[in-house]
């Protein structure tokens, strides 16, 4: 979520997510049999990191409240009553079906790319860097400090350790 705020240009939500008319372009086109490129997220991908994002937080925040009603109690669990604590952790078990499924989906739409586009976006993901044809090469994104994201991570670390403590 850091990374969103503070990343890449491709990698700020500023960046990449677009409105959902955007999203519902990018469907028309490629129902067209167009494959319109982007040198991060393409609309529909970027609403669904976004959704993927959501979701996790919630399955992260009921799962501080959720207890199994035999030995394991999340590390907030004493913060709520038992009903609340029940209640959470029913949504934590439906969010988590549904994370399961837009993950499903989301690495279909990846394999969908790479097997019938022609367009490898694993690569990118696992690098941080993506080749787009020469006709759409135009000015380079601004590339981070790495430092950046080590002070992103420290944050990250500090915020997770004041929370269990």
């Known amino acids: 979520l850091?990374?969103?705020?503070?990343?890449?240009?491709t990698a700020r939500f500023s960046g990449f997510v677009r409105g959902p008319s955007a999203a519902l372009e990018y469907v028309k086109a490629l129902l067209r049999g167009e494959t319109p490129h982007y040198l991060?997220?393409?609309?529909?991908?970027?609403?669904s990191i976004v959704a993927m994002l959501v979701l996790l937080l919630?399955?992260?925040?009921?799962?501080?409240?959720a207890?199994?009603?035999?030995?394991?109690?999340?590390?907030?669990?004493?913060?709520?009553?038992?009903?609340?604590?029940?209640?959470?952790?029913?949504?934590?078990?439906?969010?988590?079906?549904?994370?399961?499924?837009?993950i499903v989906v989301h690495?279909?739409?990846?394999?969908?790319?790479?097997?019938?586009?022609r367009e490898?976006?694993?690569?990118?993901?696992?690098?941080g860097f993506k080749r787009l044809p020469p006709a759409q090469t135009g000015s380079a994104p601004r590339i981070v400090n790495p430092w950046r994201g080590l002070v992103a991570l420290a944050v990250a670390v500090v915020a997770v350790w004041l929370l269990v403590r």
């Open 2 to 9: 850091i990374w969103g705020f503070v990343g890449s240009d």
């Open 120 to 127: 490898n976006l694993i690569h990118p993901m696992l690098s």
């Open 40 to 47: 991060g997220h393409n609309p529909l991908g970027a609403w």
């Open 58 to 65: 919630v399955q992260a925040g009921t799962g501080l409240f």
């Open 107 to 117: 690495l279909s739409a990846v394999l969908f790319y790479l097997l019938v586009k």
């Open 67 to 102: 207890n199994d009603d035999i030995m394991i109690e999340g590390p907030l669990y004493a913060w709520v009553s038992k009903e609340t604590s029940d209640w959470l952790t029913t949504i934590h078990k439906l969010n988590f079906n549904l994370l399961l499924l837009v």
